[in-house]
């Protein structure tokens, strides 16, 4: 009886094994979190670890491809520009904003990465919170004082509290993702209704605190 042909394993260009071993590290990191071996991510990638390490010589270079891959891939530079729009009213920058930018995140790698980052230390969780900071509560908390015509942040700088209020907020909408990815309590696939309502509650409230901060 002859013998079945045994079919040949496409061989992949550099290019292509780079994605494909940065890929499968997504869905292992997020499996697992950062304590995740490379040994193991070898062998589900069915290749050595040393031709791992050829493509990544450390495992911090890994981390740092699968943070370039989930997080600043999925930045949009519009929406630094969107956010700063006056020709707009704010709460309809804030809601497209928000409806993309969870389009874009609400995802179980995305999730589950941060997550995991923070709670294993990884430095890189740092640089995204610095990344929200910078481009997305800075710019809330600059276009709400403009909206009411508070003082420009170049003549007063955005304070402490004001910058809680905005973390607050964000951080709300983020915790949605949270329970569904994390907790698993959220069977729910859109939140459209949800994300406005919190817009609509942070706008109501925190021109009045804002307000009353300077004041002092």
């Known amino acids: 009886m002859p013998r079945a042909k045994t079919q040949k394993r496409k061989r992949l260009s550099r290019d292509e094994r780079e994605q494909q071993i940065v890929d499968e590290a997504v869905r ?3 499996e697992v979190g950062f304590g995740g071996q490379t040994r193991e ?5 069915g290749i050595s670890q040393s031709l791992l390490f050829r493509y990544f010589p450390t495992k911090d270079d890994i981390v740092k491809r699968v943070y370039e891959e989930v997080y600043l891939r999925r930045w949009r530079p519009e929406w630094e520009d969107l956010l700063s729009d006056r020709s707009r009213p704010l ?3 804030l809601n497209q904003f928000y ?3 969870t389009d874009a995140i609400f995802e179980f790698e995305w999730v589950r990465i941060l997550v995991f980052s923070g709670i294993k230390g990884v430095t890189l969780y740092q640089q995204y919170l610095k990344l929200i900071h910078d481009k997305v509560l800075d710019r809330i908390c600059t ?3 403009a909206e009411h015509n508070f003082p ?3 003549k007063k700088p955005i304070t402490v509290r004001e910058t809680d209020l905005a973390w607050n907020f964000h951080g709300g909408i983020f915790y949605i993702a949270i ?3 994390i907790y698993g309590a959220e069977k729910r696939e859109n939140f459209d209704a949800a994300i ?3 817009i609509a509650v942070f706008l109501a409230g925190a021109p009045t605190v804002f307000k009353s901060i300077l004041k002092k």
């Not at 991510?41 to 990638?45: F, G, Q, S």
Request: positive net charge; without cysteine; hydrophobic residues 35%.
């Open 28 to 30: 292992y990191f997020a």
């Open 179 to 181: 329970r569904k990815f």
């Open 152 to 154: 420009d942040p170049i």
């Open 99 to 101: 409806h993309e930018y």
């Open 91 to 93: 709460a309809d920058r």
């Open 196 to 198: 406005k309502d919190s």
């Open 143 to 145: 276009e709400l004082r």
């Open 41 to 45: 991510l070898a062998r589900r990638l």
